[in-house]
């Protein structure tokens, strides 16, 4: 008989752990409190470390349907005239290093490419995880219904892919007081039509300037212009992907800079608004038949844009542990998935922290030697070790 494993969070990560997991015949169920899997955070920038592993669970053709294959990326533009201080060719010469180019989605295409990959049973919808209790033979899991009422489940493991408010993680490890960052972002989706003619290239930009950064590219096949802007937080504390923000404020924060940022955000039909809070690596991931994936194990500040490339490695380095894994040897295994992953997700993690500052330089001494060192770059060799790496083939760690 086959493992079976309950997964609650029906994110990215969650749908990606049961698509790898039951590529090796386990029998992995998604437990999703909501009652439909919907957009949560709007755009995803995918590296060639995620697009190989999505790839190789044979959606690589339904991915580069829904997703902008970038000709550019890292261009860095100056805040105050737009001058360009870097720009990064993408395209042939990353397939070339990385077999994979850098791509960008919306998360609601990623979520339905996943979900329509999955067989109907493999996801359960309206299933809030209340409770779990586990013994060395298995575990018990608890979930509420909107309408009243309980499911118990049983399983052989438990992942916990519910993201930055996980409600598995107090099970695991005592909660870490997550540090405010004194920043906030706002989102917003713009139809290209409505987009400057410069926000609709296949590239990711950036505006870097005192205090605040910009980050816009297209996605759902060009359709849309991503945009997510990083600036002072005020008095805004709320960190929720869905709260609503202020077009007037949004333009505010931008009233002196370059009149093509202006442009982008005067045409932003609306905005979302949410804090930024840092949280450190976890001191363990794992207890007994029960362990962390994604967001839920190493919530990460979004500088890199690798939140979703983590979760998605989690999920198959969790596969390679499990797959000769039987019933007795699955707390093993947990464990071997959390030495694997833990130490390159913690990096990836620590190493977000301190982009906002490198982004959000004064004009001055710091701000030109940055800018010096941007035009002297090669962004590309220089994510060697984060594009390169392949989880399919490095040694599980015990």
């Known amino acids: 008989m086959s493992l079976r494993v309950a997964i609650v969070g029906g994110g990215l990560g969650g749908l990606a752990a049961a698509l790898h997991l039951r590529r090796i015949g386990v029998d992995a169920v998604v437990y999703e409190q909501a009652p439909a899997l919907r957009e949560v955070g709007a755009g995803v920038m995918i590296a060639p470390n995620m697009v190989r592993l999505i790839t190789r669970l044979g959606l690589g053709d339904a991915l580069a349907r829904c997703a902008v294959w970038l000709e550019e ?36 295409d990623l979520l339905a490419m996943f979900q ?62 997550p540090h405010f960052c004194h920043l906030s972002a706002f989102r917003a989706l713009i ?32 359709r ?31 009233e002196t800079w370059d009149e093509k940022v202006r442009q982008l955000v005067a045409a932003a039909p609306s905005t979302k608004r949410w804090a930024l809070y840092d949280r450190s690596p976890l ?19 979004p500088f890199f844009a690798q939140g979703a490339g983590q979760a998605i490695e989690d999920a198959a380095v969790l596969a390679r542990c499990l797959r000769e894994a039987d019933r007795d040897s699955v707390p093993k295994a947990l464990l071997s998935y959390e030495a694997t992953r833990r130490p390159r997700a913690s990096r990836v993690q620590l190493m977000s922290r301190g982009r906002a500052d490198y982004n959000h330089l004064p004009d001055g001494p710091e701000q030109r030697e940055r800018d010096a060192g941007l035009r002297d770059g090669d962004f590309l060799r220089h994510s060697a070790w984060l594009y390169s790496h392949d989880v399919d083939t490095e040694p599980l760690l015990h």
């Not at 039509?193 to 060009?222: K, L």
């Open 73 to 108: 990326a890292w261009e860095y533009r100056r805040w105050e005239d737009g001058e360009i201080l870097y720009v990064q060719p993408m395209g042939e010469a990353c397939e070339r290093m990385y077999g994979a180019n850098v791509h960008t989605a919306h998360r609601a």
């Open 116 to 177: 329509s990959a999955l067989p109907a049973e493999a996801v359960h919808l309206d299933h809030r995880f209340v409770a779990l209790e586990q013994d060395d033979a298995e575990v018990q899991l608890t979930f509420a219904h909107r309408a009243g009422g309980e499911t118990k489940v049983r399983a052989d493991a438990v992942i916990g892919a519910d993201g930055i408010h996980s409600a598995v993680r107090p099970l695991i490890v005592s909660e870490v007081e």
């Open 191 to 222: 139809p290209v039509e409505q987009a400057p003619d410069y926000a609709r290239r296949r590239v990711q930009t950036i505006w870097v300037g005192p205090g605040r950064h910009v980050v816009h590219y297209p996605v759902s096949g060009g």
């Open 224 to 254: 849309l212009v991503n945009v997510v802007a990083i600036v002072p937080a005020g008095e805004w504390l709320l960190e929720s992907w869905t709260a609503d923000g202020d077009l007037s404020e949004f333009a505010g924060e931008f």
């Open 283 to 301: 001191e363990r991931w794992t207890s007994g038949r029960v362990t962390l994936l994604g967001d839920a194990a190493h919530a990460m500040l």
